[in-house]
């Protein structure tokens, strides 16, 4: 279970990191129709991986960081 969730945070993340290398593509033509889409889905792929992220709980510690 825990590797699955992991899996799914990796390939949310993975997608919002996409988004956000394409928003800076279109920032820099002026698109601003490609920016607001690709801001966009950035956001909702990283609310994604947060929702994902949120089910993991931290392993016990023995000190440390």
Same mark, same amino acid.
């Given at each position: 279970m825990?590797a $699955?969730?992991f899996d799914?945070v $990796? &390939?949310?993340?993975? +997608?919002?990191e @996409?988004?956000?290398?394409?928003a800076? &593509?279109? !920032?820099? +033509? /002026? =698109?601003?129709r /490609? %920016?607001r889409?690709a %801001?966009r889905?950035?956001?909702? !792929? %990283? !609310? @994604?991986?947060? =929702?994902?992220?949120? #089910? #993991?709980?931290?392993? @016990? @510690?023995? /000190? /440390?960081?």
């Amino acid at each position: 279970m825990t590797a $699955h969730t992991f899996d799914a945070v $990796h &390939e949310a993340a993975s +997608i919002a990191e @996409s988004y956000a290398r394409m928003a800076t &593509e279109f !920032a820099a +033509i /002026g =698109d601003a129709r /490609g %920016l607001r889409y690709a %801001l966009r889905q950035a956001a909702v !792929a %990283l !609310a @994604s991986a947060a =929702d994902a992220a949120a #089910l #993991l709980k931290p392993t @016990s @510690s023995r /000190g /440390g960081a």
